[in-house]
């Protein structure tokens, strides 16, 4: 099993749906995650970071911590094509001097 | 927030020289940096993870005598490619993360670098 695994998608989402992103983790990383949003050409960016069980919500991101379950998600409401982007998940193991992402969800919105 | 600088952004060399990337850490002391590299529709390849004052720990199969990394200061990280080839054309970004826990990894902007 990989550390973090990721549905890999590709995921394609007409524009105002719900987009939901989803990450699984092993029991090496340490519980606090984040998700990234990598543009085409571009380096990754921090979009949300989630450290305890439950929800954390930041406009329309919400990320979703399930400890018990070792799951991690990212749901995007109201999506829109400016959304359109590959998602990663990221979990530090130890003392964060390693850190595991998973393979990313390519993320399509329709217009 | 976290602001991690990258430069240069864009470089294009002949085959057989080095070239040179630094990646700073703005307002926060990384106590670790990361080296990455990215093919096109490729996922991020880690090449190797850099702590302050010692020695970077290379990803199997990153050549340490070819991809050079220096981490002198609690601010600064170079990455030397030397001897460049055109299939080390590639996006390679740094990453770095501050001495605090739960920190999370903050990007640069990346450099593209085409050996000609």
Same mark, same amino acid.
């Given at each position: 099993q990989k550390e973090v695994e990721q549905n890999s998608g590709p995921l394609s989402v007409p524009e105002g749906a719900i987009a939901s992103l989803n990450c699984t983790y092993s029991d090496?990383?340490?519980q606090s995650f984040f998700w990234y949003r990598q543009y085409s050409g571009k380096s990754p960016e921090l979009i949300m970071s989630i450290y305890s069980n439950g929800d954390k919500e930041d406009g329309r991101f919400t990320a979703q911590l399930n400890k018990a379950s070792q799951y991690v998600s990212l749901l995007i409401r109201?999506?829109? *094509?400016?959304?359109s982007a590959t998602y990663l998940c990221a979990g530090p193991v130890g003392t964060g001097n390693q850190f595991y992402f998973g393979t990313g969800t390519s993320l399509t919105v329709i217009p | 927030g976290a602001v991690v600088s990258q430069h240069p952004s864009w470089v294009i060399c002949k085959s057989g020289t080095s070239v040179k990337i630094e990646c700073r850490s703005l307002d926060f002391q990384a106590t670790t940096m990361f080296w990455y590299r990215q093919f096109p529709k490729q996922s991020l390849m880690l090449m190797a993870t850099s702590n302050e004052g010692s020695k970077a720990t290379y990803e199997q199969g990153v050549e340490k005598d070819k991809f050079l990394i220096n &981490? /002198?200061?609690?601010?600064l990280s170079t990455l030397t490619v030397t001897s /460049? &080839? *055109?299939?080390?054309s590639s996006f390679y970004i740094c990453s770095a993360t501050a001495r605090a826990t739960n920190s999370p990894l903050h990007f640069g902007n990346g450099t593209r670098l085409t050996v000609t």
């Open positions: 090496r990383v340490s109201d999506s829109q *094509p400016s959304d | &981490h /002198a200061s609690l601010t /460049a &080839h *055109p299939e080390d």
